[in-house]
């Protein structure tokens, strides 16, 4: 079986991370395709693999950008409009941005900083960042590494429910401002790639939100599959925060999560790591923003590329995007500064394209700024 990585090359891919400083690219990183090449050049192969794979025939993955793009603006004009206003608040916490980073697991494969360093270009563009369980630091430690700046802890039960649980206190005592709580991974998707590439990423890389070693075994797959509406209270009463549940794709479900006490629901695939073929973010956002719009937030990722793509996804109800793999080829190539640069050259390419749409803020962002292309 091949293992990436060992006890005496902790970081897989960390000696080819020395050539990344010296071959990092200059801004602007609005070329997320050429970003993702130099990765997998930077990259050992089944890592990239694992970072840029989907499930099964990646379709749900494939059409992710399409969909948005299936959308068209229709632009205001005469609106003496010269400005955009990026500012807002997620669940109360003010961002200088409605563009944020999505949970990935595994940082310290993609530069030596991992976690601390996102979590440090998050701080400076005011971008809310999601940590996940399958951090390579442990909470505590990212939140050391930008004490303040806005940040959600995403939850998986990979351990006993005690563990789990005392996960979720913690993430309330660092002062994380909600809980996410990924419901789409009732096992993990069929990911085509890793199992051709024998692809053992827990080995060698730190999994720093485990138990103590050998105090409890880590369950073979996630065990998500044990958890109900009714986790989205307890979880909520466990850690003080408000949850987010993220994984939904209809509004069937939206509506029994907020009846269930959720804050907000995030649309998503999983970036086409799970259920595949599945609808995409883009066609599911409108379906959940009629279930639930009025009564809680809503969030959308998968496949977001541009400024325009995050402007239909605001247009349509979501009050936040999120990057998953744009967030991955910035951090390989760049670090903390590369992943400043993707999110700021993205809240940009938005603030331009709200412009161009007569839009001076994202208070007034009526629905039908975007219509169905013909
Ligand atoms: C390498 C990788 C690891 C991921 N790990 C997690 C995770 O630990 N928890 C989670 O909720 N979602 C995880 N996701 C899903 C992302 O949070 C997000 O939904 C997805 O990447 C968005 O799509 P995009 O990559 O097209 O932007 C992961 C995605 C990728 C690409």
């Given at each position: 079986m091949a293992t990436i990585g060992s006890a005496d090359s902790p970081v897989p891919g960390q000696p080819r991370q020395e050539a990344a400083e010296e071959l990092e690219p200059e801004p602007p990183y609005l070329d997320l395709e050429a970003l993702e090449d130099r990765s997998r050049e930077l990259l050992p192969a089944p890592v990239y693999d694992y970072y840029a794979g989907g499930a099964e025939t990646e379709t749900t993955m494939r059409e992710a950008t399409a969909a948005w793009r299936s959308w068209r603006l229709r632009p205001r004009v005469l609106r003496g409009i010269t400005t955009a206003q990026l500012g807002t608040e997620l669940l109360g916490t003010p961002v200088r941005t409605p563009i944020g980073i999505a949970p990935w697991a595994y940082q310290a494969m993609a530069h030596p900083e991992g976690e601390l360093a996102t979590a440090r270009a998050a701080a400076a563009t005011g971008a809310l960042m999601t940590v996940s369980t399958s951090a390579n630091n442990s909470l505590e430690e990212v939140d050391a590494a930008a004490p303040g700046s806005p940040r959600w802890f995403q939850l998986y039960r990979l351990h006993s429910e005690r563990h789990t649980?005392?996960?979720?206190?913690?993430?309330?005592?660092?002062?994380?401002?909600?809980?996410?709580?990924?419901?789409?991974?009732?096992?993990?998707?069929?990911?085509?790639?890793?199992?051709?590439?024998?692809?053992?990423?827990?080995?060698?890389?730190?999994?720093?939100?485990?138990?103590?070693?050998?105090?409890?075994?880590?369950?073979?797959?996630?065990?998500?599959?044990?958890?109900?509406?009714?986790?989205?209270?307890?979880?909520?009463?466990?850690?003080?925060?408000?949850?987010?549940?993220?994984?939904?794709?209809?509004?069937?479900?939206?509506?029994?999560?907020?009846?269930?006490?959720?804050?907000?629901?995030?649309?998503?695939?999983?970036?086409?790591?799970q259920a595949d073929p599945s609808i995409s973010s883009a066609h599911a956002l409108p379906e959940v923003v009629d279930a639930v719009g009025d009564d809680v937030e809503i969030y959308a990722d998968g496949?977001?590329?541009?400024?325009?793509?995050?402007?239909?996804?605001?247009?349509?109800?979501?009050?936040?995007?999120?990057l998953g793999r744009p967030i991955v080829w910035g951090l390989t190539t760049g670090g903390e500064r590369g992943v400043a640069g993707v999110i700021d050259g993205l809240t940009a390419e938005l603030a331009h394209a709200m412009v161009l749409c007569g839009l001076p803020d994202l208070r007034s962002l009526p629905r039908d700024t975007v219509t169905p292309a013909r």
């Amino acid at each position: 079986m091949a293992t990436i990585g060992s006890a005496d090359s902790p970081v897989p891919g960390q000696p080819r991370q020395e050539a990344a400083e010296e071959l990092e690219p200059e801004p602007p990183y609005l070329d997320l395709e050429a970003l993702e090449d130099r990765s997998r050049e930077l990259l050992p192969a089944p890592v990239y693999d694992y970072y840029a794979g989907g499930a099964e025939t990646e379709t749900t993955m494939r059409e992710a950008t399409a969909a948005w793009r299936s959308w068209r603006l229709r632009p205001r004009v005469l609106r003496g409009i010269t400005t955009a206003q990026l500012g807002t608040e997620l669940l109360g916490t003010p961002v200088r941005t409605p563009i944020g980073i999505a949970p990935w697991a595994y940082q310290a494969m993609a530069h030596p900083e991992g976690e601390l360093a996102t979590a440090r270009a998050a701080a400076a563009t005011g971008a809310l960042m999601t940590v996940s369980t399958s951090a390579n630091n442990s909470l505590e430690e990212v939140d050391a590494a930008a004490p303040g700046s806005p940040r959600w802890f995403q939850l998986y039960r990979l351990h006993s429910e005690r563990h789990t649980d005392d996960l979720a206190r913690r993430a309330g005592d660092a002062g994380y401002r909600a809980l996410v709580l990924t419901v789409d991974v009732p096992l993990l998707g069929r990911r085509r790639r890793d199992m051709g590439n024998d692809f053992v990423h827990r080995a060698g890389v730190r999994m720093a939100n485990r138990p103590p070693e050998g105090e409890e075994p880590t369950l073979d797959g996630l065990a998500t599959a044990t958890w109900t509406f009714d986790e989205i209270a307890r979880f909520g009463e466990l850690s003080g925060l408000p949850v987010v549940v993220k994984g939904v794709l209809r509004g069937d479900d939206a509506v029994r999560c907020v009846q269930a006490g959720a804050a907000a629901v995030w649309v998503t695939t999983h970036g086409g790591r799970q259920a595949d073929p599945s609808i995409s973010s883009a066609h599911a956002l409108p379906e959940v923003v009629d279930a639930v719009g009025d009564d809680v937030e809503i969030y959308a990722d998968g496949g977001v590329r541009s400024g325009s793509d995050v402007l239909t996804a605001l247009a349509l109800g979501a009050s936040a995007v999120f990057l998953g793999r744009p967030i991955v080829w910035g951090l390989t190539t760049g670090g903390e500064r590369g992943v400043a640069g993707v999110i700021d050259g993205l809240t940009a390419e938005l603030a331009h394209a709200m412009v161009l749409c007569g839009l001076p803020d994202l208070r007034s962002l009526p629905r039908d700024t975007v219509t169905p292309a013909r």
